[in-house]
């Protein structure tokens, strides 16, 4: 790709820069020219500058943000599906023998207690195959004996995705970098795609699989919205502007909706169910303002392994960075954070089905322009709990920089309260330019109470809200705004989560409280005045608030009237350094019920570009929140951990669920460069009283999750939170970082440790140490032990000389299950693991191979400081092979597990003998005992067996096949040395 640099005429510039480029899929490739900086940057010379973006593997319209200095831009590229030559892989295993003894199988299955060993002819395949058919392209994938994500573990993830506890090893020496591209919860991937010859348009595909629902999460959706992680079948397809989705999830399991109040740490942050289905989860950490829950202003959604690590059997979520409790916005606004997350849990009877379709027709697909019409429908079949939602939506376009959404949802669904609960919703929103140097924007949304939708964005039922907004623009240095807002809330607000049953029993949605109904009309009018550098804004708000229910002096349609003045001024000290001052103060007799007045300070120093140190310190007097105060300092921006580092872009939502404004982001990686390679993390947050107010929506109070859409009963504690974190990673021989959290409060404490380091001792030694440390973040969640790890790392790889590869490993565990719900609190309950391994694998010469294998685990338990349990689980593993010739090998092998009072024992001989390259021919014999004294006894078996294996290449009409490519015409083998002297006598000679 190409870029100019223009002026305001479209001429292009003749001056040098830097421009930063941000992609929202793919990769750019080549040297980044300041890799401590966020994004990708590359120089423009004399106004132009190019860049190389590799494609993903998905076809895909992606967006590029391009920065330089103050200017901004985007563009649109659309990645096709590339039509790949055919390419088939896999294998087909036939064994004729004894039941249940089948060394090779999973071990789950080696010597049941059933002591079923009849002779049995078991055949499995495994098999992926991908190439072009016409203008599709087709991929596939089957396994016959497990689930295509099963890993080793017996785990069954959706899509398969690797966590950063996974990767323990880093021994490549390469950039090389693993993809799941078939994942699929059961044996069977299929998908047929093509990319339609319609610019700007999504891929037509049929597919069986694992998906995504981002064609049911579009711009102009936030009621009718559904983000989730699914398993079955699911189309697109598109008839000229007339697109269509639709798709079937089986076997989904129970859902729930969870929101937590950060408390400035990493975490642990439990959630309120345990055995979540693995994959199934979203994460978003989404901002809205403090005094006005219930619309969300900010939202970013969070990968799993760049953004934080998740431990699905206990219900636990750590960071990858501390989550500050609040923000201040561009306009000074005290913005409290939640995490919000969605995820399917293993209840019992919870199995159901989806259906759910989506038609959308587009007007347009022009960049900053996009224009349709859609309808949407979702339907979860849960046995006695059924949940029914269907909508309308539409976005319109109003010109290049304004444009219409509207959107009507009805949901319907069983509800744990009662049987039957329905409720709509609408909005209707637009913005744009009146005209030149005038922009407007006008607004309505209103849910009805018995409205439901857990995978979208937040928002509060009950609740009708509507208003207008005009920014106009009288001279250079002056603006004016003009704002009315008018909010009823009519809906219930939830009871407190207090009893041991309420926590670790939940529900799916909140338990009602207390009946809401009030209004609040707000109206504002301002002044942006600049003064050279210097920037003043002044504005007047006016509040009229109305509670219709009787208060405690038995007083009714208790009504006040209260004026407030916000001034805030701006002052660049630098050219990087920024002086910012606010004060909100009461002009009125009355004093408004929820926004008190306010005085802050505070200092923006711009580190680097896209990377900020905040430093803010804001009282609060008169009014609910009276001598309260926030101290905070942060790095806020968009940083990447290094030049190898993929940058995952994504959109961040202002407003809602994909709504108003969308911006490129790279995650919350926040660093600040104080040395090349070494990176600097700090954050500070100190907050003297508790935020636990009284709202319109209800009163807010402390809770260690809201469960369902009632994430806006949440209030912010006091206490402080602070951490540092080093980073460095200028050398590729070594690379490590460390970060140190800690969190005081009144409920209890929390310390953060993490710390990571891998490098080369030697050319042959690679070393790996990690360790991670925390207790529980979540609100009056106390009592807990640490949680603790350590893993220790050795790799021996020659690569001149591969004959000998060793991994050697030590983990060290402390309190890996601990959950609120089981343990005793204050008596010394925990338990503490030690695990050695170490395996090696030698081939002195090619027909001898060696690989043995050992480890070790002993756990000790505590219950109650007095009650001392132990165990010790040993594995001896050994395999040797020896190749008589290029036709036919010996293979032995034998292998031990012991623990306790039960033993295990296991080994196979066998001979192959290959027909051909890819059919080999196979006997042997197995032989297997158990003795296990405390439960079923001691049982054996064994005996001889055959086996077929057969490699696959080809199908049906070579498909499957590479397809050797023609001989090209080759170059003369004369040197250049030898052209040069011939080119120096004169001499000229055509050459074939």
Not at 165 to 176: A, M
Not at 479 to 500: I, V, W
Not at 520 to 548: C, M, N, P, Y
Request: net charge negative.
């Amino acid at each position: 790709m190409k870029g100019e640099l223009r002026d305001e005429n479209g001429n292009r510039s003749n001056r040098d820069g830097v421009v930063t480029l941000i992609p929202t899929a793919g990769e750019f490739v080549g040297k980044d020219f300041k890799p401590d900086e966020p994004g990708f940057q590359v120089q423009a010379n004399k106004g132009e500058f190019s860049a190389t973006l590799k494609s993903s593997l998905n076809a895909q319209t992606i967006r590029i943000r391009a920065i330089a200095n103050d200017l901004e831009a985007y563009t649109q590229l659309q990645f096709e599906t590339a039509l790949r030559p055919s390419l088939l892989t896999g294998v087909v295993d036939i064994r004729l023998g004894a039941r249940g003894t089948d060394y090779y199988s999973s071990f789950r299955d080696f010597l049941p207690p059933s002591k079923d060993n009849s002779t049995q002819l078991n055949v499995r395949s495994s098999v992926f195959a991908t190439g072009a058919i016409g203008e599709w392209l087709f991929t596939g994938a089957y396994n016959s004996f497990r689930n295509l994500n099963e890993d080793c573990n017996c785990d069954n993830r959706v899509f398969r995705s690797f966590q950063f506890n996974d990767q323990n090893y880093p021994v490549y020496g390469d950039s090389s970098k693993t993809e799941v591209i078939t994942p699929s919860t059961d044996s069977v991937y299929a998908r047929l795609e093509r990319s339609p010859k319609i610019p700007g348009a999504d891929p037509d595909y049929f597919m069986w699989g694992d998906y995504t629902t981002q064609e049911f999460a579009r711009s102009s959706q936030q009621f009718t919205s559904v983000t989730r992680q699914l398993h079955g079948f699911k189309a697109n397809y598109s008839l000229g502007n007339l697109q269509f989705t639709g798709l079937y999830a089986n076997n989904v399991e129970a859902f729930q909706r969870d929101t937590i109040a950060p408390d400035g740490t990493s975490g642990y942050y439990f959630l309120s169910r345990r055995l979540l289905v693995p994959g199934s989860e979203n994460i978003a950490i989404e901002s809205e303002e403090l005094n006005r829950p219930g619309t969300v202003l900010e939202r970013k959604q969070l990968n799993r392994g760049s953004d934080y690590e998740i431990d699905y059997d206990r219900g636990t979520i750590l960071f990858r960075e501390p989550i500050q409790r609040t923000d201040l916005d561009e306009n000074g606004q005290v913005l409290v954070r939640r995490i919000v997350v969605t995820y399917q849990y293993k209840g019992s009877g919870s199995d159901s089905n989806i259906y759910a379709g989506r038609l959308q027709y587009n007007f347009d697909r022009t960049l900053n322009q996009e224009s349709w019409i859609g309808t949407t429908y979702f339907q979860q079949d849960q046995g006695m709990r059924d949940f029914e939602l269907y909508g309308a939506d539409a976005q319109i376009a109003l010109g290049s920089r304004g444009k219409l959404i509207a959107e009507y949802a009805r949901s319907t669904n069983s509800s744990d309260i009662s049987t039957k609960v329905s409720g709509s919703a609408y909005r209707i929103e637009a913005e744009g330019d009146i005209f030149p140097g005038l922009r407007g924007r006008t607004y309505y949304r209103s849910t009805d109470a018995g409205f439901a939708n857990d995978a979208t964005t937040s928002f509060v039922p009950g609740q009708t809200r509507y208003g207008a907004q005009l920014t106009g623009k009288i001279s250079p240095t002056t603006n004016l705004r003009f704002q009315y807002d008018h909010e009823d809330n009519f809906g219930t607000a939830p009871q407190p989560l207090d009893t041991f049953e309420e926590l670790f029993a939940p529900r799916t949605e909140a338990v009602p409280g207390s009946k809401v109904d009030n209004s609040l009309t707000t109206i504002s009018a301002g002044i942006q005045q600049r003064f050279g550098k210097a920037t003043l804004d002044v504005d007047w708000i006016h509040r009229d608030r109305e509670d219709r229910l009787c208060v405690e002096t038995l007083q009714c349609n208790v009504s006040t009237n209260s004026d407030q003045l916000r001034s805030q001024l701006q002052i660049p000290i630098t050219k990087t350094l920024t002086f910012q001052a606010l004060n909100e103060l009461t002009l009125s007799s009355e004093t408004d019920a929820v926004y008190p007045d306010r005085t802050g300070f505070g200092l923006n120093w711009a580190v680097l570009p896209g990377v900020n140190v905040n430093l803010a310190q804001q009282f609060f007097t008169r009014g609910q929140y009276d001598n309260n105060s926030i101290t905070s300092l942060s790095v806020n921006g968009q940083h990447k951990l290094g030049t190898d580092t993929t940058i995952s872009g994504r959109y961040t939502i202002f407003g809602g669920a994909n709504e108003l404004t969308t911006q490129g982001a790279i995650g919350l990686n926040n660093r600040w460069t104080i040395a090349p390679g070494l990176k600097l993390n700090l954050a500070y947050e100190h907050i003297f009283g508790n935020f636990f107010g009284r709202t319109a929506t209800g009163q807010q109070f402390p809770q260690p999750f809201a469960v369902g859409q009632s994430g806006y009963s949440l209030g912010v504690g006091s206490g402080d939170s602070y951490s540092i974190g080093l980073e460095y990673t200028d050398n590729p021989k070594f690379q490590a970082s460390a970060r140190f959290e800690y969190r005081s409060s009144s409920s209890g404490s929390n310390a953060v440790i993490t710390a990571g380091a891998t490098g080369k001792i030697s050319p042959e030694l690679t070393a790996l140490v990690r360790y991670q440390q925390a207790n529980s973040s979540n609100q009056k969640l106390t009592g807990l032990g640490d949680t603790a790890s350590l893993k220790v790392g050795l790799a021996y790889r020659d690569s001149k000389n591969d004959k000998f590869n060793a991994l050697l490993r030590y983990e060290y565990r402390k309190n890996p299950a601990v959950i609120p719900d089981t343990v005793l609190l204050g008596s010394g309950t925990g338990s503490e693991d030690h695990t050695f391994a170490v395996e090696a694998i030698y081939a002195p010469n090619w027909q001898w191979e060696f690989y043995g294998k050992y480890a070790l685990r002993n756990s000790t338990s505590y219950l109650a400081e007095d009650l001392v349990g132990t165990s010790t689980v040993n594995l001896a593993q050994l395999r040797s092979t020896y190749r008589l010739g290029y036709s036919m090998d010996l293979v032995g092998e034998a292998r031990l597990i012991s623990q306790s009072d039960y033993t295990e024992t296991g080994f196979v001989v066998e001979a192959g003998y290959y027909l051909t390259p890819n059919l080999r021919l196979s006997a042997g014999y197995s032989f297997g005992k158990v003795d296990d004294r405390d439960f079923s006894g001691t049982r054996s078996a064994g005996g001889l067996y055959l086996g077929l294996t057969m490699k696959l290449n080809e199908l049906f009409d070579g498909f499957g096949l590479q397809k050797i490519p023609p001989r090209q015409q080759q170059e003369s083998t004369k040197t250049l040395v030898e052209k040069l002297k011939k080119a120096t006598t004169g001499v000229q000679k055509t050459e074939i």
